[in-house]
């Protein structure tokens, strides 16, 4: 079936409160994080002139990709069908996956379709499922597999030109993916892309503090130090509106997407499964009938097609398991309680990790390994978004948003109905509303004649 994008009048941008929104995803920004950063000077001034939450609840499971495509629709994973980081791909080495890079996994229409739909430009910088999208300037999330090219598969999945243009202006400050030099490139290309082109929507993907917590836990050094140049970067981008003579015309949306809890135990699930023969080895190839596909706090109970006696061989290991007190799994979802979180309907079964514990898919290892035994600080998420201390933050700050005005909760499915709010694109698909308690009151009336009409390449 072929999904359209809703078709929008025109006339709804007389109700746009900005011409420019820049969405900053400041990935793992959560309430534990919201003391600190709320005192950097920079964000304290977005804080000031706008409205701001540390009570935005994400969805499950609490995965980048999983959680991104939900910002960018405004439904939940068992509509939009991002379940995962990466498609299943058992027995294949976590750095040797492919992910879900590409906008047409995506089974329903963006807020970036709708908006160039209405004749605006588009921008995404490292935006996860954004690879071969309508964004018109575009350098997508992906990465080079065994014999691809990185610079070529960059090239074919989003703008060339602007890529390009991006490379050449500002590759010398990366050093592969490693950080902070990656989201110094991404600020930069970013500050540029505002400067330069002035997009309607600019959709970015910041990425240090993720990282950060995965290194060294939540509760590190490093983690401040992000926090600490997290606000410098955004002072780079706020300078840069202020450059483009647009700072009366913008708001700035910046987001956390998850948050995440410190481990001292991975818990190697697929063992169980091997043990009773659910996985196994036949001319030398390892073989399945069932097999669980991890995402740090939670995973996936995937059987093959038709093959009821697996399912239920598996769920007798997990409870044989859970029932010797063996500690590591909290829960287990069924379709009834997965289809009230609006989980994915790719599985019938999800297990829930417990705090300082994380599920892991490698058969190489013992079923339970103490990280800090083995002198490993780590960090991760994927969890339920109901559990305590696992809200993220936000701030929305510019031309028709209240100022200091502090909302309580949210869904992550509200985010794109209030990016269209803002641009003046009606965009709902059912699960999120737009939050018309942070804006002021009265249209703001925009003119789009001289900006955002030109939709060719530049």
């Not at 004749?119 to 999208?133: C, D, E, H």
């Not at 082109?197 to 959709?203: A, H, R, V």
């Not at 013992?366 to 998420?381: Q, S, W």
């Not at 031309?399 to 499915?413: H, N, P, R, S, W």
């Amino acid at each position: 079936m072929e999904l359209t994008t809703p078709q929008v009048p025109h006339a709804s941008r007389a109700r746009a409160k900005a011409k420019h929104l820049i969405v900053i995803s400041y990935d793992a920004f959560s309430e534990d994080n919201w003391e600190m950063a709320r005192r950097q000077p920079n964000l304290a001034k977005l804080i000031k002139q706008g409205a701001s939450s540390n009570r935005l609840k994400s969805v499950y499971p609490t995965l980048t990709y999983v959680v991104h495509t939900t910002i960018a629709t405004g439904v939940y994973p068992d509509k939009h069908g991002i379940h995962h980081n990466n498609p299943l791909q058992p027995f294949v080495k976590e750095e040797d996956q492919a992910w879900f890079w590409f906008q047409d996994a995506i089974k329903v229409p963006t807020i970036y379709d709708a908006v160039l739909q209405q004749g605006m430009t588009t921008a995404g910088i490292l935006w996860p499922v954004s690879g071969k999208s309508s964004l018109k300037y575009n350098i997508p999330e992906v990465r080079a597999l065994k014999g691809e090219n990185q610079a070529l598969k960059v090239l074919r999945s989003g703008s060339p030109l602007y890529c390009i243009g991006m490379e050449l202006r500002y590759g010398r400050i990366r050093q592969g993916i490693s950080q902070p030099h990656l989201d110094d490139f991404t600020t930069e290309c970013a500050t540029d892309t505002i400067k330069r082109k002035k997009p309607n929507l600019l959709m970015m993907h910041l990425i240090d503090l993720d990282d950060a917590k995965h290194m060294y836990g939540t509760d590190s050094e490093e983690v401040k130090q992000v926090i600490r140049r997290m606000d410098l970067r955004l002072g780079r981008i706020m300078q840069a509106v202020e450059d483009a003579g647009i700072s009366e015309d913008t708001v700035i949306m910046v987001q956390g997407d998850h948050g995440q809890f410190n481990v001292r135990y991975k818990l190697h699930l697929n063992n169980l499964l091997q043990a009773k023969g659910l996985i196994y080895e036949e001319n030398g190839v390892l073989n399945w009938r069932a097999f669980f596909q991890c995402g740090g706090g939670s995973a996936y109970l995937h059987i093959r097609p038709g093959d009821e006696e697996a399912e239920q061989l598996a769920l007798a290991a997990v409870a044989e398991y859970m029932q010797g007190y063996a500690p590591g799994i909290e829960s287990v979802y069924t379709r009834d309680k997965l289809d009230r979180m609006h989980a994915s309907t790719c599985t019938n079964v999800m297990l829930e990790a417990r705090r300082g514990y994380c599920f892991d898919e490698s058969l190489k290892d013992p079923l339970v390994v103490d990280l800090e035994a083995h002198g490993i600080r780590y960090a991760t998420h994927g969890y339920s978004p109901e559990k305590s201390g696992y809200r993220c933050n936000i701030v929305v700050s510019g031309a028709g948003i209240k100022e200091g005005y502090t909302f309580g909760e949210l869904e992550m499915v509200d985010i794109a109905p209030t990016m269209g709010r803002i641009l003046g694109v009606e965009f709902s698909q059912g699960d999120g509303r737009a939050l018309e308690e942070i804006f002021t009151e009265g249209v703001h009336r925009v003119s789009y004649a001289a900006e955002g009409m030109n939709t060719a390449h530049q």
